[in-house]
């Protein structure tokens, strides 16, 4: 069936009005737009289900939504007797609609749900699940990606997205339903509005586990963003409530507004998003500068440099400071030998470095901090410290089971501030790390490739990557390739293969006989291929940190030029 004959279906029942009006436009006015936005159905990927906002099956709205969620539901009544949702959403358009008619579709089939009455960050969602006893939850975000998007995610009874199997059972109940058997039919009786006494409970749990009491907080002076998102309901709160007192926000991107008037991208791996901040920082003389994406599960920061200049870190910098930081308060209170960090595989191998040093366990997965929650349930006799992914995303112990810039934020202004009054800095113990541990240095090339066509695109590149690797990188002679596809890491100078113990995946990683890897994988959550550059060297002292951190940028414009990656 073409996308033509798809999008006549929705010129009648069960559709509605609007919408088979919308389909007509499309149809009379713009075949591409409409082919775009049928050619496909929408489907749960590493982040749940994300679109453009509109009419069509490739499309968030009301019915493709509504299909998910009664899927949902009738997983749910399958599974459970009495059963509770928890429903959250963010800044952007037509969220605070869509989850009401998500938690309207819920009722109808005789499901309680406690739908929070404003806009909530995931994190918040994400503790709320188990905080409120409930069976599962939904957010309504797009994240990061472009204002025109926005997205659905769901969650376990453990706060957790969901993983496998549960995942493949809830895509095939949603696959089983058709448009026509969504249920509308809200039962109101079933819908009630919860707010600030979740509100309390998430910020003291968010306290209790960012929290050191760290020392000079009256000196330490931060920057906050949520560039229009809603972490302005959030952290704002939190960072006061465990003292800190000299917080400027960035006024101008306070008001939460799902058309991000004053970025290009709401995201806060792009430099672009926090200029602002990072210019206020300057005016104010600030320590530190955290920016957050609009659900405010990824932060991003800058910090002072050994030279006074404010210096936007990566996730992974970021990620590498604060575990060592966690993992130096644990061994002071007295590791116990169950205690576990975890990372995902296109993440820095840094971190490997560290759980060695502290004798604690490393546990690796897929990209998507689904994996990472995952762990904590599948692994209940082990303590979870910390951990986090490339992508900005990190998580301060198991109160809440996905990536958490909420505490995050407030872990990195404690060891911010409790540095300060050493007389050191956030980056002075980055520097200490790369000493200790190695100089790591990663970059990520991304690449948007939209549509159909950019589909074809993206598959055609990783078809390339994995069927012609190079023989050689920057002079380095390739050594192994792990082909996620088929569960396999190959030694290419002995021919020998192991089996990689992970679930199958879309990704491609060359690895060199000196260290350095690529990694190649399609985005899950939004029309791009990635490609995640690992190298490393060793720094001799904090002194040469400038000349060997040149060297080591210089060798990553390298690998990208021959590799072709831009």
């Not at 279906?9 to 737009?33: G, H, Y």
């Not at 002075?428 to 790591?440: E, K, S, V, W």
Request: aromatic share 8%.
């Amino acid at each position: 069936m073409n996308s033509l004959d798809k999008a006549q279906q929705w010129l009648k029942s069960p559709f509605d009005k609007e919408t088979i009006e919308e389909v007509k436009r499309l149809i009379d006015t713009n075949p591409a737009i409409l082919d775009d936005s049928f050619y496909t159905d929408l489907a749960f990927g590493t982040g749940g289900m994300r679109g453009v906002l509109g009419a069509g099956t490739n499309r968030i709205n009301k019915y493709t939504l509504g299909r998910a969620t009664q899927g949902l539901a009738n997983f749910l009544k399958e599974k459970y007797s009495d059963i509770r949702v928890v429903i959250a959403y963010d800044c952007r358009h037509g969220s605070d609609t869509l989850s009401r008619i998500v938690a309207e579709i819920l009722s109808a089939n005789n499901i309680k749900v406690s739908l929070f009455s404003s806009l909530r960050t995931t994190p918040e969602l994400s503790f709320a699940v188990r905080h409120l006893n409930a069976q599962a939850g939904i957010v309504l975000t797009a994240s990061h990606n472009p204002p025109e998007y926005n997205g659905y995610k769901v969650y376990s009874s453990d706060g957790g997205q969901i993983v496998p199997p549960e995942d493949k059972q809830i895509i095939e109940a949603i696959n089983a339903i058709s448009f026509d058997q969504i249920n509308f039919n809200a039962n109101t009786d079933l819908i009630e509005l919860i707010d600030e006494e979740v509100d309390k409970a998430f910020f003291a749990e968010s306290v209790k586990a960012g929290s050191f009491n760290a020392a000079g907080k009256e000196n330490f002076r931060l920057v906050f963003t949520s560039i229009h998102g809603t972490s302005i309901t959030a952290i704002p709160p939190v960072l006061e409530l465990a003292g800190f007192k000299n917080i400027d926000i960035v006024k101008e991107q306070a008001e939460p507004n799902g058309d991000f008037p004053t970025v290009k991208s709401p995201n806060p791996e792009e430099t672009e998003a926090l200029a602002m901040a990072m210019d206020l920082a300057e005016i104010k003389q600030a320590d530190m500068v955290i920016g957050t994406d609009p659900d405010s599960d990824r932060l991003g920061i800058a910090v002072r440099n050994p030279s006074g200049a404010l210096e936007l870190l990566n996730g992974n910098q970021t990620m590498i400071v604060m575990t060592e930081y966690l993992l130096r308060l644990a061994k002071k209170k007295g590791l116990k030998g169950n205690e576990f960090i975890a990372s995902t595989i296109v993440s820095t191998p840094m971190l490997k470095e560290l759980a060695k040093a502290y004798e604690v366990d490393f546990k690796i997965s897929l990209t998507g901090f689904k994996w990472i929650g995952k762990m904590i349930k599948d692994f209940p006799q082990q303590s979870f410290i910390g951990g986090g992914e490339e992508s900005y995303g990190f998580m301060v112990g198991d109160f809440v089971r996905d990536k958490d810039a909420v505490t995050a934020s407030l872990l990195a202004s404690e060891i911010g501030s409790q540095l300060k009054s050493e007389g050191s800095s956030f980056y002075n113990l980055l520097i200490d790390c790369y000493l200790t541990y190695g100089f790591y240095k990663e970059r990520l090339i991304s690449i948007t490739k939209k549509g159909q066509e950019g589909a074809s695109e993206i598959r055609k590149m990783m078809s390339d990557f994995e069927a012609r690797p190079p023989k050689t990188i920057v002079g380095e002679t390739l050594k192994y390739i792990e082909n996620y596809n088929t569960s396999t890491r190959t030694n290419l100078e002995t021919g020998e293969k192991e089996i990689i113990d992970l679930p199958s995946s879309n990704v491609i990683i060359y690895e060199t006989n000196e260290g350095t890897r690529v990694a190649a994988r399609p985005s899950g959550t939004e029309p791009k291929i990635k490609f995640y550059i690992s190298t490393k060297t060793q720094l001799e002292n904090a002194e040469v940190f400038e000349k060997t951190n040149k060297r080591i940028e210089a060798k990553i414009d390298q690998i990208i030029s021959e590799l072709q990656l831009n």
